[in-house]
């Protein structure tokens, strides 16, 4: 059987197109975050404070990792940084446990044991 035949190759495109569209969302919104930060933007305006409020959450669980760096009224923000990078390598997990669902061969999966067998 043709692997790319298979009725779950397709759900497994659509699912690591969603991790990955999710993941470019979230790298969009934090570094918004994390620029607003460096340049020092007024906290309170509209737009800062949708993306410190729509953000915080995803940056909570990262805030007493590091300091924060502060010059002058800007905000060298390593949390979020870390939050981006933490969230990338989640993302690549979530994709990478998506993969082992798809159908191989036999012909294939030898191939791939011999590979790693080097």
Do not use: H
């Amino acid at each position: 059987m043709d692997s790319s035949n298979s009725p779950s190759t397709k759900p497994l495109y659509r699912g690591t197109q969603i991790v990955w569209y999710l993941l470019g969302l979230l790298e969009v919104l934090l570094a918004f975050r994390f620029v607003l930060k460096l340049l020092g933007a007024n906290p309170s305006a509209g737009f800062s404070s949708f993306i410190y409020g729509i953000t915080y959450i995803f940056t909570a669980p990262f805030l007493s990792v590091f300091g924060m760096s502060k010059v002058s009224g800007s905000i060298f923000e390593w949390t979020t940084l870390l939050a981006m990078f933490v969230y990338g390598v989640i993302a690549y997990g979530i994709i990478k446990l998506f993969l082992i669902g798809k159908t191989v061969s036999t012909l294939e999966a030898a191939e791939k044991l011999n590979a790693q067998e080097k």
